[in-house]
């Protein structure tokens, strides 16, 4: 299996969570559960959308420069009145953006495009146009942002700003969304500390407790709880029992074959079905389970992660994060690629099949990936600054091109970066192609896939 029918499998596996209701306030990011039907026109009747006159177009039809047309005001009205009286021909109302259309009124002239007409104290104030105006001018009907029963927002629908202001627009407070999922952590080893003046110098602090969490925030889940177990076996069963709260668990650690690894072990009794110890194209093995939370069936998806930090991260972003847009009711994504070509690779990382980190630019004619640092233990330092890893072949091939043209995936956490260069990267290899340096067709597809 390659690693995107790794990913449609975990995906099968599993629904999105159920629908929960949530003030407007707190729904911003989430996936609308069902359609948003209009309740309602809206606007509820005709209304001015500049500020100025309503009139009747065909009073204006004569008028011009040379002979223009003095009208009476016959009335006002401003937003959050009742809508006036019915207007009279001949004459005109004194209107103001978002006030409501007196019956007969068709059309709306600007403040600025009519001269009001001193008068005498007795007579009422009068206006004068010069221009015709055609009916509908300046003019929101009724309906004309949605009539009732249309289908405003479809479900399936992620609510940003605009889509929270519609549902507000309707009358709403609350709305019905697939919640962001809650994913407990679980980080084992036996090497682990959590904080300084814990164990002694020789263990490792647990920075994959840190690492997952703040992947888990960036890819639209919710951190339910971390938790730091050594790799005895009752004290990781006990971790795993309390995550079973949460709607997705992933741990770090107790993915290789060695006889000390006891996730297996731990969670033999709780296990539904499993895909143990997949070797993902290019990454460390994993394994993803589905455990039974109690005896009603319910079940929670579980992810283990290889404990190397960068193996950790290629396979959150190859899986996780699939996993968390699934459950939060977004449409199915697989990872994204990008080709670039490999540049600056030191001889040493060409020795196996696997994820590097590396940082985007944009070549003269392509896009180019630029390794960050030695990643062969932690890749702590090799995540900074990368946009994504590439997926290097295997040492023989490696060889025979210094510099490899490569799929690079990108890191979902980093996609907003990595968007404005491979932007760039097309602009440039455009403008090389219009100038005759190069075809397009011999320059790397730089678009995102």
């Given amino acids: 299996?390659?690693?995107?029918?790794?990913?449609?499998?975990?995906?099968?596996?599993?629904?999105?969570?159920?629908?929960?209701?949530?003030?407007?306030?707190?729904?911003?990011?989430?996936?609308?559960?069902?359609?948003?039907?209009?309740?309602?026109?809206?606007?509820?009747?005709?209304?001015?959308?500049?500020?100025?006159?309503?009139?009747?177009?065909?009073?204006?039809?004569?008028?011009?420069?040379?002979?223009?047309?003095?009208?009476?005001?016959?009335?006002?009205?401003?937003?959050?009145?009742?809508?006036?009286?019915?207007?009279?021909?001949?004459?005109?109302?004194?209107?103001?953006?978002?006030?409501?259309?007196?019956?007969?009124?068709?059309?709306?002239?600007?403040?600025?495009?009519?001269?009001?007409?001193?008068?005498?104290?007795?007579?009422?104030?009068?206006?004068?146009?010069?221009?015709?105006?055609?009916?509908?001018?300046f003019v929101a009907g009724a309906g004309s942002e949605f009539a009732a029963g249309a289908v405003v927002l479809e479900a399936g629908t992620v609510l940003g700003p605009a889509e929270l202001a519609v549902l507000a627009a309707t009358g709403a407070t609350t709305v019905g969304v697939h919640p962001p999922p809650r994913v407990a952590i679980i980080v084992t080893g036996s090497e682990l500390r959590s904080h300084a003046g814990e164990g002694d110098a020789t263990q490792l602090y647990a920075s994959n407790a840190v690492l997952v969490a703040a992947l888990v925030r960036a890819c639209g889940g919710s951190v339910a709880s971390t938790r730091i177990v050594s790799d005895d076996v009752q004290a990781m069963t006990a971790a795993f029992e309390q995550a079973l709260h949460a709607d997705l668990i992933v741990s770090t650690g107790g993915t290789g074959r060695a006889q000390r690894d006891r996730i297996g072990q731990v969670l033999r009794e709780r296990e539904a079905a499993s895909m143990w110890q997949r070797r993902s194209s290019g990454s460390r093995p994993l394994s993803y389970r589905l455990l039974r939370r109690d005896e009603h069936g319910t079940?929670?998806?579980?992810?283990?992660?290889?404990?190397?930090?960068?193996?950790?991260?290629?396979?959150?972003?190859?899986?996780?994060?699939?996993?968390?847009?699934?459950?939060?009711?977004?449409?199915?994504?697989?990872?994204?690629?990008?080709?670039?070509?490999?540049?600056?690779?030191?001889?040493?990382?060409?020795?196996?099949?696997?994820?590097?980190?590396?940082?985007?630019?944009?070549?003269?004619?392509?896009?180019?990936?630029?390794?960050?640092a030695d990643a062969t233990l932690y890749g702590l330092t090799a995540a900074l600054g990368a946009h994504g890893f590439a997926l290097l072949a295997r040492g023989d091939d490696a060889e025979q091109d210094p510099e490899p043209l490569l799929r690079v995936l990108i890191a979902p956490w980093q996609a907003g970066a990595a968007a404005g260069i491979i932007d760039q990267a097309r602009v440039l290899r455009d403008l090389a192609g219009i100038a005759g340096q190069s075809s397009p067709a011999e320059t790397a597809d730089v678009s995102l896939r």
């Fill in 299 to 372: 079940q929670v998806p579980h992810l283990a992660l290889a404990g190397r930090p960068i193996a950790a991260s290629v396979a959150f972003a190859l899986f996780a994060h699939p996993l968390l847009r699934h459950l939060a009711g977004h449409a199915v994504q697989l990872p994204r690629y990008v080709q670039a070509r490999l540049v600056n690779l030191p001889p040493a990382a060409r020795r196996v099949q696997r994820f590097v980190p590396v940082r985007l630019q944009s070549g003269a004619q392509e896009l180019q990936a630029l390794p960050t």
């Fill in 1 to 137: 299996m390659n690693n995107d029918d790794i990913a449609q499998a975990m995906l099968a596996d599993v629904a999105p969570l159920a629908p929960v209701t949530l003030p407007l306030a707190e729904a911003q990011g989430c996936v609308l559960a069902q359609p948003l039907v209009a309740p309602a026109d809206l606007p509820s009747r005709a209304k001015a959308s500049r500020d100025g006159y309503a009139v009747r177009a065909a009073d204006l039809t004569r008028c011009s420069q040379a002979a223009p047309l003095r009208l009476p005001v016959a009335a006002a009205s401003a937003p959050g009145q009742s809508t006036p009286a019915a207007l009279p021909a001949g004459s005109v109302c004194r209107v103001f953006t978002g006030a409501p259309l007196p019956a007969h009124a068709d059309a709306v002239v600007r403040h600025e495009d009519a001269q009001v007409v001193a008068s005498g104290a007795d007579a009422r104030e009068q206006v004068e146009f010069i221009d015709p105006v055609p009916a509908g001018r």
